[in-house]
């Protein structure tokens, strides 16, 4: 009993570390927006070098699964439980934390399988880019980032706190407006804009 415990935490803890370190470099990745979307894609292509394999990309998305599948777990047996306003904000961030990742990482295997499209920056965002899907992706993407920042930042110390936060706002309103082609104008090809 007490080696599948110690087993099950290792599994955690390894899960954890894996999705910390992809969604820093994902997320870094699509700062580099901000730069050029020719700069976007060629470090996306060195990343994917990394991760796109069977191997990696396998025990990648298992890891996804498995914290998406722990988090469901805890979110339902804590359903009823007594909440401060702060604490419900965690909840609410946790449960749109678990809608937006089924919802992106099924996005992108069916882009790949079904449309048999390359699920690159152009596949995120042609969304963005038609009227009135654009109403629903803004807030898509925009409280991803916002969520998963104060997600993070929950237990922390209030300076550290602030500081998470503020970093996360800033980070979220950029990236929209690289998304939304504020800097400069993203020519979407059509195969993308043609799914909607
Ligand atoms: C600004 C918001 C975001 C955009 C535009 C975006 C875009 C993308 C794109 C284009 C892919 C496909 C990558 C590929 O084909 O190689 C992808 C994959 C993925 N993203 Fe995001 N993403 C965003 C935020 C996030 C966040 C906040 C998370 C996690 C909390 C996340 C987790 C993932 C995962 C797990 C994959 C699947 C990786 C794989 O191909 O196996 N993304 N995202």
Redesign the pocket.
Same mark, same amino acid.
């Given at each position: 009993m007490n080696t599948l415990k110690n087993y099950y935490g290792l599994v955690n803890k390894m899960s954890l570390l894996l $999705?910390g370190l #992809?969604?820093f470099i !994902? %997320?870094f990745n699509?700062l580099m927006l901000v730069i050029s979307i020719k700069e976007h894609i060629s470090f996306?292509e060195n990343f994917?070098f990394i991760?796109?394999n069977i191997y990696i990309?396998s025990i990648?998305?298992l890891a996804?699964l498995f914290q998406i599948i722990k988090s469901i777990k805890t979110t339902w047996r804590e359903r009823k439980n007594r909440r401060t306003f702060f604490e419900k904000l965690v909840f609410i961030s946790k449960i749109y $934390?678990i809608y #937006?990742?089924i919802n !992106? %990482?099924s996005a992108?295997l069916f882009g790949?399988v079904v449309f048999n499209l390359?699920?690159?920056?152009y596949?995120?965002?042609a969304g963005l880019h038609v009227f009135p899907y654009s109403f629903y992706f803004i807030p898509y993407?925009f409280l991803?980032?916002i969520c998963?920042f104060f997600y993070v930042s929950k237990n922390k110390k209030s300076y550290s706190f602030y500081t998470i936060n503020t970093i996360g706002f800033i980070l979220a309103i950029v $990236?929209?407006f690289a998304?939304k082609s504020v800097f400069y104008d993203i020519n979407i090809p059509f195969r993308y804009l043609n799914m909607y």
């Open positions: $999705l #992809f969604v !994902h %997320i699509h996306m994917r991760y796109r990309e990648l998305l996804f $934390l #937006f990742l !992106h %990482i992108v790949r390359d699920t690159n920056i596949y995120a965002i993407y991803s980032i998963l $990236l929209l998304l």
